[in-house]
Every structure is written in C-alpha cells, then in structure tokens.
C-alpha cells in the first residue's frame, strides 16, 4: 500500500472538501444554529456516501441525530468502529478572529475555521482515508462510521443511541482522532483522558437590582460573594478545598512519574507560546502532571450586573458562573457534582440563596498500551513519522470513551494529530495542512497493521 501518491493526487481537493464542512456553523450549544447542525450531519452523509459506504444513514435522536456509515467486505475481517463529531463550539468571542470564524482561510500552512482541529478536520481525515483505500482497492477489513452533533454539549443522546445499537455497532476497536500529538516531530498516541464534571451556579440576594449607593453596605452583593465562594475553593497551594475530593484521586508512582517526565517537553516555550512570564498551578507537581495526572477546577464563565457601555451602579440581583471539573481515574463525576453541590450549599451565607444545576459529565480512561490496536498504531505513525510515538496521557475530556467500554465492551485508540497551538475552542482556531495530510497519510496503515496482527 502506497498512500501518498494518491495524496499527493488529491490533496488540494481534500482540502477545499474540508473548507465545504467549515463554513457550515454546526454550532450545537446555541439553538440559532440547529438548521447548520443538521445541515452538517446531511453533508456528513454524503461525504461517507460518495467514499464508497454501502450503508450511509441520519440516525435520529432526542437532539441532534448520528451519521451512521459501513463498508462490510467480509464479516470474518476484524472491523474498525470510527468515532468522530461533526458539531463545533461557539466561536465567540468574535471580536478576536482574525479571520471570519466560518469563513476558512489557509496562512502560513494552517487552516483556519471553527472546527478545524476539533473535530470537522480529523474527523474527515477517516472519511478521506476510507476513499484513499477504497480507491487504490487497499481495505484489508471492515469499517463503521458513527459521527455525532452532540460532543460539544456532553453527548447527552450517543448513550442511549449506543445501548440501542449494540448488534449494529459491533466491532472489534474503535478509532478516534481528536486529540493531538506533541510535536509535528514528535508522534504520540493518547492513553489517558480526565474525566469532568460540569456545572452552572447561581447566587440570588435581594429581589430585584438595587441602587448601590442606597442600599450598598446593608445587603449582600451576590456578585461580591460569589466571588468570595469560588476563592475560597483553593488553599494557598492550589488545592481544591472541597472536603473529599481527593478522596479517590488515582495516585501515580515515582516510577510513574519518571517515566511520563521523559516526554519532550520546554517550560520557557510553554510560557512563551501562552505569553505568560509564570506558571501556576497545584504545588508540587511539575506542568505536565497538572495538565494529565491531577484533578482541577476552574471557572469557564462568570456574570452578573452591569456590563454594557458606561456606568450603571447596582447590586445585582443575580451572579452566575460556569464550572468544571477535570477529574483523573477513581474520580466518579456524579459523585465529585455532589460534593461540589454540597460544598457550595454549605458555604453559602444566609444572606443569599445558591442553586447548583449539572450540565454534563463523564469519566475518566486509561486505554491499555498494550493491545494489537495500540501497536498498530503505533507501527502506523513509526512508518509514517519515521518515528515511534510516545505514549502520553492528555488533560482533556472524552467522555465518551469510557462509555463505549461499558456499553460496547471495546476499548478506544486514540489517534489524534492536533496540536496543543491549534487553539481548539478559542478564536483562531487552526490545523495544519501537514498534519490533516499526515492523517489520511497514516490510518491506512493502522488498518492494514491491525488486520494483520488480528491474524497471529
């Protein structure tokens, strides 16, 4: 199999197939888009459809509905279930694109979209590898697509889809890319992803918006207070102050420790690329640990009052903010949403009321780095990168994966080729042409690698 001279072929057309998906705003968290979403999903289809599935169709849901593709050569071959998500973030905030979020541009060898990275770009990387070995008659098995609108909001409806379909969706491993590697040099393969746990407070004082100069120092701001509650949620160490929450934190060796320490990795580039002159984060453990092996919480969002033009001087009635949680392996999210609720219940004065309403969550996963779907990726990205990959655990989320493990009893490779730069849900969101390329260059090869495996 020789997957680049039809690369090499074709790749200007990969390209400006990916730019169709881009300027689709298949926002899913923002209902003004739901006719982009499900626009997305039909084009999703059509893509699978014209790369030679026999199979191709919209499977609805209680929200936004699942693409579900299949090309079935022989039931005896191994076959490979392909996740991805064709919903984005919300591109706000605007104002700090310097391109039209929707409206794609290539610069200095990135794409530059919403969704670009995450997940619209390596999402079709699977679509144009499948065309690749369509093509150049090179699929040594099966192959199943099940692509999502949901993931940005917590893929409330793929459970209930997956636990339905299970004789549907049998397989053998599934393929994910949306995570990344460390360097366009440096080939990894996740095998660790935090779990999370998110959630929305609101903090009520008096009835209505009050003059601050009449009634400022007699009642409670709700603003002022929510802010005093969030800080008290960490010590002078960086330690989450929530009783139990580190009850069932995973704890790593030394041994452990030393090994993951051996991934590349420049403190003054890291500080540099983010334009910071300090880190910060939980004593005693050095960046990389921070952002994989430990739990976190931060504010994603906080409001409340006045924020237009000008000056308007009131107590707000109301203080909002939004909350996650990044929780590491023996952490169980709705266990770690009721402690938090519980706390924050707690530490409330009575001079205000506090509602706590959970969003979303999921679990932690630590996917085994020795099965034959990990060393045919890895013997994939050797054969490509000229180099074997680095196993890593990343901080991020994909709940998701241990879902599949429940439900499906199959375990996920996580074969990404982002980079931590692609500025995944913030503005200027990009991909590197390289590494789209070097994608539908590479999961061939972990097809090929894990059919024959699949034989011994």
Same mark, same amino acid.
């Given at each position: 199999?020789?997957?680049?001279?039809?690369?090499?072929?074709?790749?200007?057309?990969?390209?400006?197939?990916?730019?169709?998906?881009?300027?689709?705003?298949?926002?899913?968290?923002?209902?003004?888009?739901?006719?982009?979403?499900?626009?997305?999903?039909?084009?999703?289809?059509?893509?699978?459809?014209?790369?030679?599935?026999?199979?191709?169709?919209?499977?609805?849901?209680?929200?936004?509905?699942?693409?579900?593709?299949?090309?079935?050569?022989?039931?005896?071959?191994?076959?490979?279930?392909?996740?991805?998500?064709?919903?984005?973030?919300?591109?706000?905030?605007?104002?700090?694109?310097?391109?039209?979020?929707?409206?794609?541009?290539?610069?200095?060898?990135?794409?530059?979209?919403?969704?670009?990275?995450?997940?619209?770009?390596?999402?079709?990387?699977?679509?144009?590898?499948?065309?690749?070995?369509?093509?150049?008659?090179?699929?040594?098995?099966?192959?199943?697509?099940?692509?999502?609108?949901?993931?940005?909001?917590?893929?409330?409806?793929?459970?209930?889809?997956?636990?339905?379909?299970?004789?549907?969706?049998?397989?053998?491993?599934?393929?994910?890319?949306?995570?990344?590697?460390?360097?366009?040099?440096?080939?990894?393969?996740?095998?660790?992803?935090?779990?999370?746990?998110?959630?929305?407070?609101?903090?009520?004082?008096?009835?209505?918006?009050?003059?601050?100069?009449?009634?400022?120092?007699?009642?409670?701001?709700?603003?002022?207070?929510?802010?005093?509650?969030?800080?008290?949620?960490?010590?002078?160490?960086?330690?989450?102050?929530?009783?139990?929450?580190?009850?069932?934190?995973?704890?790593?060796?030394?041994?452990?420790?030393?090994?993951?320490?051996?991934?590349?990795?420049?403190?003054?580039?890291?500080?540099?690329?983010?334009?910071?002159?300090?880190?910060?984060?939980?004593?005693?453990?050095?960046?990389?640990?921070?952002?994989?092996?430990?739990?976190?919480?931060?504010?994603?969002?906080?409001?409340?009052?006045?924020? %237009? *033009?000008?000056?308007? +001087?009131?107590?707000? =009635?109301? $203080? &909002?903010?939004?909350? #996650? /949680?990044?929780?590491?392996?023996?952490?169980?999210?709705?266990?770690?949403?009721?402690?938090?609720?519980?706390?924050?219940?707690?530490?409330?004065?009575?001079?205000?009321?506090?509602?706590?309403?959970?969003?979303?969550? %999921? *679990?932690?996963?630590? +996917?085994?780095?020795? =099965?034959? $779907? &990990?060393?045919?990726? #890895? /013997?994939?990205?050797?054969?490509?990168?000229?180099?074997?990959?680095?196993?890593?655990?990343?901080?991020?989320?994909?709940?998701?994966?241990?879902?599949?493990?429940?439900?499906?009893?199959?375990?996920?490779?996580?074969? %990404?080729?982002?980079?931590?730069?692609?500025?995944?849900?913030?503005?200027?969101?990009?991909?590197?042409?390289?590494?789209?390329?070097?994608?539908?260059?590479?999961?061939?090869?972990?097809?090929?690698?894990?059919?024959?495996?699949?034989?011994?």
């Amino acid at each position: 199999m020789q997957p680049l001279p039809y690369i090499e072929k074709n790749k200007d057309r990969f390209i400006n197939e990916l730019f169709e998906l881009l300027r689709i705003p298949s926002v899913s968290a923002d209902s003004k888009y739901k006719a982009d979403v499900l626009r997305t999903a039909e084009a999703v289809k059509e893509k699978i459809k014209s790369a030679g599935a026999d199979t191709v169709e919209i499977c609805s849901t209680a929200g936004y509905p699942i693409v579900y593709g299949e090309k079935i050569i022989d039931p005896k071959l191994p076959t490979v279930l392909v996740y991805g998500h064709y919903d984005v973030q919300p591109p706000d905030p605007i104002e700090l694109w310097t391109s039209p979020p929707f409206e794609p541009v290539m610069k200095d060898g990135n794409i530059y979209a919403r969704g670009a990275c995450d997940d619209k770009g390596q999402m079709y990387m699977h679509v144009k590898a499948f065309e690749l070995m369509m093509q150049t008659n090179s699929l040594p098995c099966n192959i199943k697509f099940m692509i999502e609108g949901e993931e940005e909001i917590g893929s409330d409806n793929l459970g209930i889809f997956v636990a339905n379909n299970k004789e549907k969706l049998k397989a053998d491993i599934i393929l994910i890319s949306d995570t990344g590697i460390i360097a366009n040099d440096i080939p990894s393969l996740t095998v660790g992803l935090r779990g999370l746990s998110y959630l929305e407070v609101e903090v009520t004082g008096p009835n209505r918006d009050l003059h601050s100069g009449l009634y400022g120092g007699a009642v409670a701001n709700p603003i002022n207070v929510l802010c005093e509650m969030i800080a008290g949620m960490k010590d002078e160490n960086n330690h989450i102050t929530i009783p139990g929450f580190y009850d069932d934190v995973e704890v790593l060796s030394t041994e452990e420790r030393a090994e993951m320490a051996k991934a590349p990795f420049s403190l003054e580039e890291y500080k540099k690329a983010l334009d910071l002159s300090d880190i910060h984060g939980e004593k005693g453990y050095s960046t990389n640990e921070r952002i994989s092996i430990r739990p976190t919480l931060d504010v994603n969002g906080i409001w409340g009052g006045y924020t %237009g *033009e000008g000056a308007k +001087t009131v107590i707000a =009635s109301k $203080a &909002y903010a939004k909350i #996650s /949680m990044r929780l590491v392996p023996n952490q169980i999210s709705d266990k770690m949403t009721k402690l938090f609720t519980n706390y924050f219940e707690k530490a409330a004065p009575s001079s205000v009321k506090v509602k706590v309403t959970p969003h979303h969550g %999921g *679990e932690a996963v630590v +996917t085994p780095s020795n =099965s034959i $779907a &990990y060393k045919a990726a #890895s /013997m994939a990205m050797d054969k490509t990168f000229g180099k074997k990959p680095i196993p890593f655990r990343s901080g991020g989320s994909i709940p998701i994966v241990a879902m599949f493990k429940s439900e499906l009893g199959l375990d996920s490779v996580l074969m %990404g080729f982002g980079l931590d730069s692609d500025a995944i849900h913030s503005p200027n969101e990009h991909f590197g042409v390289f590494n789209y390329l070097k994608g539908i260059e590479t999961i061939p090869y972990f097809y090929q690698y894990f059919t024959e495996l699949s034989k011994k």
